[in-house]
DNA sequence: TATTAGCACTGAAATAATATGAGTGCTAAT
DNA sequence: ATTAGCACTCATATTATTTCAGTGCTAATA
């Protein structure tokens, strides 16, 4: 790979993103200072090697999974941000009001809006989240509402409509008991301790105690499931992309973006990975036709993921432009 | 509009609706015992009348709006339940740890999945909502979540970082105040009540109070703002209707269920009816092109709205019929 | 040895020509 | 009031034809 097929590949991988046509040797003449047969040779050195493809034996070409990867790998430098996307986003960061991760998800709604792409941002995991407090409100003699909240600021509510008998005055007493028993246990964990260490204590003391104590459980095991930590913004952002104007393609699409947990699947590669990662087709687990980048942070002492999910002919400069400059904000305020 | 046009009528909407091809009078012959000229005949008269239209002076009869309305307000005759979704729906209704709301919610699903249309469940208006209870909960000394729960059960809740200075016992005296003079006030107008009774007093004992009264102002706009109200289910359902084989029309509709302001419209028209209402095509604000089935209840003294959204070709049959069934199931609970 | 002009060849895409058939409206007979 | 009969219409499918941007390869050239 010397220096004029560096650029070739890197003049291919640009132009086709932009026009999302086939890229024809007539076309690089002028740019690379040659005829169109010279273009020919290197393109057919760059097929073999597996960076290019044809649609058709007489097509222009276009780059493979591999030919991004090792554009974006080697060839590519991130962009920095016009002034137009700066400004949007820097007002968002100057607004000191606004929690950073609140910041953070403005920020990506941003992005899909001025990229035509799909964002994710994935957050509380609840095994970062500690107990923090449980709250029994009563609204009438028949209902009450558990309300859980972590060392985080995470809170989850649910409404239980008491059975006949049960006593007000022992979920408020055995509410005390989880508080000062439980505080600071690992939101996934209480549902166990509740039932090792809580379940013991009431059985003796309460009378209804199989009722209480399955609020209290009830209450706990809704956080763990819940999708509340999923904020997805333009969904159908990405169907503006050229590639998708075939509807069975669409569809298939559009479906996997509803289902919530194969989105949550973006986090899990590469667990611990804190870099700009860039999941090219086949590389990610979520769907073989699209590109998957992701950035992991800490915030608060709390991991967060935001993700931007496009074409494979996604415009790879700008994105990674747009999260490295996200990720000097978040720097700056870390401070 | 003797008997045999109004059989003709709804014989060719029940057609339509099931194979979406237009109908042509060649294939009525056998239902009604007479030749294809005859059925002809009618065809013109119902067509004259507006009931009836045609893609090509050569083709087959298609319902206009005016003839689906027509079918539903005076021909159609609602389905009873086949007993595969029946039971589908009675065991979550049989449940009698679930929520009434939660219950209607998990049925609204399954109706989706079953239909293949796209179904909304909105609730919890902000003005039906009053005050129970606000929390602060500290997190850090910089950090605490403000938690804002009504009578009716609905929760909201907000993290503030505080500024220099902020003194935790002072924010947690105002919540007191808050709490022991506006319980009870409709959720929307707390933020005036706020300002009208809470900052003259805090004004003259609390040091930063200004800091303080955005606190508890923000907590509750974010409420009445929020868009917690709004379930649906089945978004991309309705694009297996093969009149969303066309990308456009596809986009155009994926887009419009992505923004909420526009579904909210939904429970506005006709306010307080309670019946069953079916708007058609242009009759809806939504969209011309769709369906909008709707039917509100009150539970637990709280309005709640369920509405499925489908092509003017929908079963209306079938989804009539499952609507009554979930009514005549809350009936039940609701004694 | 690297480049390039020249040329035959490919295959997608657009255009045109043609056939098919399900449906209609209308007229005149029953 | 019904219907057989017939000319007519238009969407749809099929096939043939053309066009053109692109290729690979060969042989000449710098």
Redesign the pocket.
Same mark, same amino acid.
């Given at each position: 790979m010397d220096e !004029?097929k560096n650029n070739l590949l890197k003049e291919i991988v640009e132009t086709y993103i932009k026009t999302v *046509?086939?890229? /024809?040797? *007539? %076309?690089l003449c002028d740019k690379f200072?040659? %005829?169109?047969?010279?273009? !020919?040779?290197e393109?057919?050195y760059l097929?073999e090697l597996g960076y290019l493809e *044809?649609?058709?034996? %007489? %097509? /222009?070409?276009i780059p493979s999974e591999k030919g991004y990867k090792y554009y974006v790998e080697n060839l590519m430098k991130a962009e920095t941000l016009n002034g137009k996307d700066m400004l949007k986003l820097q007002t968002i960061f100057a607004n000191s009001n606004l929690q950073l991760s609140d910041a953070i998800t403005q920020c990506m709604e941003i992005i899909s809006d001025i990229t035509n792409y799909t964002s994710v941002v994935l957050g509380n995991n609840s095994k970062d989240n500690l107990l923090r407090q449980i709250s029994i409100i009563t609204l009438n003699p028949n209902q009450i509402v558990a309300i859980v909240c972590t060392d985080k600021g995470h809170v989850e509510n649910k409404t239980f409509t008491l059975k006949e008998g049960t006593d007000l005055l022992e979920l408020t007493k055995v509410s005390e008991l989880v508080n000062k028993k439980l505080v600071g246990t690992p939101i996934d964990e209480v549902g166990e301790r509740l039932e090792l260490e809580i379940k013991p204590i009431i059985q003796k003391q309460v009378k209804h105690y199989e009722t209480i104590y399955n609020i209290f459980y009830d209450a706990f095991s809704d956080f763990v499931t819940s999708n509340s930590n999923v904020h997805m913004s333009g969904r159908t952002k990405i169907f503006e992309q050229p590639e998708y104007n075939n509807i069975d393609e669409m569809k298939r699409l559009a479906n996997k973006l509803e289902d919530m947990s194969f989105i949550k699947k973006i986090e899990k590669i590469d667990n611990n990975d804190k870099e700009v990662k860039i999941y090219i087709g086949e590389e990610n687990e979520f769907d073989a036709n699209v590109t998957i980048i992701r950035k992991k942070f800490v915030i608060d002492g709390e991991e967060k993921t935001i993700a931007i999910i496009g074409p494979k002919r996604m415009d790879y400069q700008r994105i990674v432009g747009l999260l490295n400059y996200i990720d000097e904000e978040i720097e700056k305020r870390g401070e």
């Open positions: !004029r *046509k086939p890229v /024809g040797s *007539k %076309s200072n040659c %005829s169109s047969a010279t273009i !020919r040779n393109m057919a097929e *044809k649609n058709h034996i %007489s %097509s /222009g070409r």
